[in-house]
Every structure is written in C-alpha cells, then in structure tokens.
C-alpha cells in the first residue's frame, strides 16, 4: 500500500488540480482496500476512489478524507473461457486492444473510450449485455450484484466478469475502427465536452474563435482545442471559468448548450 496524509491532490490528478486531500492511498488489494475504508468510517472520513482521472476535475478546496486509486491485483485480466474476469483498474483501451487481438467480441462500441475499466462501468452505457456481473466492495468483503444494482448503490466496483463472443481477430479490429471512426467525425476520444449532435466540435470551437483561449495557467490549446488543459500551476476554479465562458460564448454564438463531460469533485473551490 502507498499512504501519503496530507497529500497535495494536484500531484496525482489527470488535470494537476485538487487541493491536500487527509490521505492519498493506492491500495493493492482487497484486503487493503477493506482496510482503509473501515480506518476511514472509524474517524467519519470520505473515502472517494479516483479512476485514470480522465473525467474528473478536483476542486482547489482541502479534502477531508481519503482519495483512494485501486491498484496491483484490480489491474488483472484472467482471460478464461467461457468468461473473462477484469479488474477495475484495467485501462479500458487496454482490454480493447487484448479483446481484439484474442479474437472476443463485444466490446466495440467502447473505442475510443479513455479511462479506466471500474469508472467505466459505474457511468457508461455500453457494458450492459456483457458485464454478467460486478464484484462490489461491500462490508470488507468482495460482493457480487448485477451492474444495475452495482450503479444504483454507487458501489466501489472491484472487477467484472465479461461474457465475451468468439470472433475472428480481424473483424473485431474492423468494427473497433469503424466506432472510432464516426466517433472521431463529431468528437475525439479525450473530449471534454458533449458534441452537440452531428456538428464536429473543432469546428464548433474555431467558428467562435476558442483554440488558444488562455486563462492565467489554464487554455483551451489551438493543437487540441476540445481539450481543458492546465498549463502548469493551474486552478480547478479557473478551469471552471474558462468552462464557462466556452460554453456561454457558444450558446450566444452559435445558438446551443455544450455539455461538459467533466466531473467535478471536492468541496468548493
Ligand atoms: C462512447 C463514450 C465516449 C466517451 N468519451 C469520453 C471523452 O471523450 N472524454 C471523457 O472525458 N470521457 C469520455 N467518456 C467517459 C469516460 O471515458 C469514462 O467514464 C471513463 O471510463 C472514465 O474513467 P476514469 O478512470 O478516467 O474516471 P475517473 O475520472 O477517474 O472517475 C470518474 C468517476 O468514477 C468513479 N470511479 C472511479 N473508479 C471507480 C470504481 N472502481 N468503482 C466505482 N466508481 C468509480 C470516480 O469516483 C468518479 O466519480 C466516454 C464514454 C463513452 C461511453
């Protein structure tokens, strides 16, 4: 187990924002995931896990609590027949390639997808025929539940098991190109917006002149305009305005609402 108290969140963050967070823990295990969230009920702290971070902003505010990132054995895949079992922190492009490559369909109309496997599926749409069932921690204790029960709770998901469709290696490869591919047409992978239906985001962004928006550390980069980025020494309440601005200079230009995919966390900024 890693365990840094008092730890700067901003240093383990995808966006490098967050202010101290009460303990910053990446756990290896089951038994030592069990362990820090029953510390953390003994002393009434928020126990949060953080995926890859690709969707998450964390407020500049201190956390009061522990910010956890599963690692070790929930970055597994056991590749058995007649199902796979993979663990939570498995990078979701990761098993899409392996998937692939092994020939097993069925999760195609993920590529393209960024992030890790558990935050996947506790948001996305997507794993519904083929996540069979979820392990959840429950009471210290690897529980297993269907995946709506496993959203409903907002349970701390372990690992899936995935029922998979033999396919020839080729066609699988075919059908994740062409997801990316019309995906790529209004979005890109790593977006941090909703594309309004049909019309590409990098277009909508240049029409209203965003690509090289900058705001003190944070700018929406002219090589990656649908991109937030913090240059260095950024604020999450400065990405918040610029989020803002972005979105109110595309609604009074261009006439329409631009969604965020981003989740913001922590206390106020
Ligand atoms: C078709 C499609 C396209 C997408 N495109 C984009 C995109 O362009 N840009 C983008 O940002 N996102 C996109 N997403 C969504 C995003 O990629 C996924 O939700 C992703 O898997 C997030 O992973 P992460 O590990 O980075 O999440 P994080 O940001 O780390 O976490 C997100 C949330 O999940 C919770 N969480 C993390 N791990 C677990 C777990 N094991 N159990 C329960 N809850 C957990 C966290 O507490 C947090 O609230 C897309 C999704 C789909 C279906």
Redesign the pocket.
């Known amino acids: 187990m890693i365990l840094r108290i008092d730890e700067p969140l901003a240093r383990h963050t995808?966006w490098r924002t967050g202010g101290r967070c009460g303990a910053w823990v990446v756990v290896a295990s089951l038994a030592e995931l069990a362990e820090v969230t029953a510390e953390c009920r003994a002393v009434d702290w928020k126990c949060?896990?953080?995926?890859?971070?690709?969707?998450?902003v964390w407020r500049d505010a201190p956390v009061v609590g522990a910010v956890v990132r599963?690692g070790g054995a929930?970055g597994l895949v056991e590749a058995e027949e007649p199902a796979w079992r993979v663990g939570?922190?498995v990078p979701?492009p990761a098993l899409l390639a392996r998937a692939a490559a092994a020939g097993r369909a069925g999760l195609e109309?993920?590529?393209?997808?960024?992030?890790?496997?558990?935050?996947?599926?506790?948001?996305?749409?997507?794993w519904e025929a083929i996540a069979t069932e979820v392990e959840?921690l429950h009471r210290g204790k690897a529980h297993r539940v269907s995946l709506a029960e496993?959203r409903d709770g907002?349970?701390?998901?372990?690992a899936a098991t995935l029922a998979l469709r033999p396919d020839r290696p080729d066609a699988v490869r075919r059908r994740l190109d062409r997801v990316l591919g019309n995906?790529t047409r209004t979005?890109?992978?790593?977006?941090?917006?909703y594309a309004p239906s049909r019309i590409p985001l990098r277009e909508v962004f240049a029409s209203v002149q965003l690509p090289r928006v900058r705001l003190r550390e944070v700018a929406i980069p002219a090589t990656a305009p649908?991109m937030l980025i913090n240059l260095g020494g950024g604020t999450a309440s400065d990405l918040a305005l610029l989020q803002k601005s972005a979105q109110e200079r595309v609604k009074s230009t261009r006439g329409f609402e631009l969604d965020s995919?981003?989740?913001w966390?922590g206390g106020a900024t």
């Open positions: 995808a949060t896990l953080l995926g890859h971070g690709t969707r998450t599963l929930f939570a922190a979701l109309d993920l590529a393209g997808v960024p992030g890790s496997v558990g935050a996947s599926l506790a948001l996305d749409p997507g959840v496993a907002k349970k701390m998901i372990l995906r979005t890109t992978p790593a977006s941090s917006w649908e995919r981003v989740l966390q």
